[in-house]
C-alpha cells in the first residue's frame, strides 16, 4: 500500500520561511518523480516544483529565487523550502509521486497560511 504523507505546513509572517517535507511508503522513491503542488481556496491546483528521479528540478514562475526543492532518497523524502513568503503562496500544499506512464500517488496536503 502506497502512502504520500506532507508535514510542515502552519502560519507563518510575511518575509519568513517554512520548510514541508513529504515522506513515501510502498513504492521505489527513488525511481518516482516528486511534485509540490498548491491550491489556494477558489483557485485550480497549480504545480510549484518538482524533483524528478534523475536530478532534475523544475520551479514554477511564482516559485523562482524563492523555493527549494530537495530530495533525499534514502529517507524516502522529499522537501519544499520555502522562503521569503508572501501572503499569495497561502494554500494546501500536496506532494504527488509518479512515474510517466504508471498511476501517481498524492497526499493529503499540508496548509500554509502566511498572514502577519
Known amino acids: 500500500q502506497v502512502q504520500v504523507v506532507e508535514s510542515g505546513g502552519g502560519l507563518v509572517q510575511p518575509g519568513g520561511s517554512l520548510t514541508l517535507s513529504c515522506t513515501t511508503s510502498g513504492l521505489i522513491f527513488s525511481l518516482n518523480d516528486m511534485d509540490w503542488y498548491r491550491q489556494a481556496p477558489g483557485k485550480q491546483r497549480e504545480l510549484v516544483a518538482s524533483a524528478y528521479g534523475d536530478g532534475k528540478k523544475t520551479y514554477a514562475d511564482s516559485a523562482k529565487g524563492r523555493f527549494i526543492v530537495s530530495r533525499d532518497n534514502p529517507k524516502n523524502t522529499v522537501y519544499l523550502q520555502m522562503n521569503d513568503l508572501k501572503p499569495e503562496d497561502t494554500a494546501v500544499y500536496y506532494c504527488?509521486?509518479?512515474?510517466?506512464?504508471?498511476?501517481?500517488?498524492w497526499g493529503q496536503g499540508t496548509q500554509v497560511t502566511v498572514s502577519s
Open positions: 504527488k509521486a509518479g512515474i510517466p506512464g504508471l498511476p501517481e500517488y
